[in-house]
């Protein structure tokens, strides 16, 4: 979908585990395919991106170093945005590992291919979600999921970014630089949304059933 927006270029990084990317858009001269894995491509990288999408390996260490890496090398422009994809259940807060043996074995939590079943933290087999990857074998506690490597990362630079979560298709993560804000009308009007947006999410998670009501009763006076 994004290489269909016109005037786009797209850095794409991923080791083409299942599809060989490189081959598929040797012919594109707007997107650039770098074969490997994150943790080894970011670091090299020097040009500027408005907007960066993380939806590789969902693990805590993946992704904690991934932001790392992108602040160091300084990659967003100022007033850019990174996506999160799994900012929810099932992996907020739980590691997923597509390839094990890349994740230093400190940071590996206990795993196993079996399946992901909402409101329990231990796996099941053979039912569940997402069965055929190799997820952790228990949810929560530190250093564990995607959510919790960018809080984490935001304990480190908190100051400096707005979180915005949404929980639909598994949660939504958006993240601006605040630098980039210029004016103090902007930034006030995006602290504000970030404020009310995550009140909204909040009460969504934790009382679904009042949310629908009252989100029925708004859209009937609509
Ligand atoms: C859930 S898919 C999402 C792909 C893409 N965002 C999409 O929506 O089609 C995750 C992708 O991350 C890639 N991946 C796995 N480990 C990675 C890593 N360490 N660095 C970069 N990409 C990785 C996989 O090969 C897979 O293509």
């Given amino acids: 979908m994004l290489v269909e927006a016109s005037g786009v270029h797209l850095t794409v990084i991923d080791p083409c585990l299942d599809a060989d990317l490189s081959a598929k ?11 490997g894995l994150s943790l080894e491509i970011v ?11 993380i939806d590789g390996d969902h693990n805590w260490y993946t992704v904690f170093n991934e932001l790392r890496a992108i602040e160091e090398r300084q990659l967003l422009t ?26 230093p074995k ?8 079996k399946g992901i079943i909402y409101g329990r ?16 074998e228990e ?33 939504l993560g958006v993240l601006v630089k605040k ?8 930034l006030a009007k995006w602290r504000w949304l970030c404020l009310v947006h995550n009140m909204n999410e909040a009460i969504r998670r934790r009382f679904p059933r009042v949310y ?11």
């Fill in 43 to 53: 670091p090299r990288l020097s040009e500027k991106f408005d907007c960066i999408l």
């Fill in 121 to 136: 933290s231990e796996l099941s087999s053979p039912e569940g979600k997402n069965s055929g990857f190799f997820n952790a």
């Fill in 139 to 171: 949810e929560g506690g530190e250093k564990n999921g995607v959510l919790t490597a960018i809080e984490d990362f935001l304990i480190e630079r908190g100051n400096e970014y707005l979180l915005l979560r949404f929980t639909a298709e598994h949660g």
């Fill in 179 to 186: 630098h980039g804000i210029k004016s103090r009308k902007t």
């Fill in 78 to 103: 100022n007033g850019g945005t990174i996506f999160f994809h799994d900012v929810g259940w099932p992996y907020g807060r739980r590691d997923m590992y597509y390839q094990p043996e890349t994740i």
């Fill in 25 to 35: 858009y040797s012919n594109d001269k707007r997107i650039t395919v770098h074969k």
């Fill in 106 to 113: 400190e940071f590996r939590h206990p795993y196993a291919k």
């Fill in 212 to 222: 629908r009501v009252v989100k029925g009763i708004a859209k009937r006076a609509n």
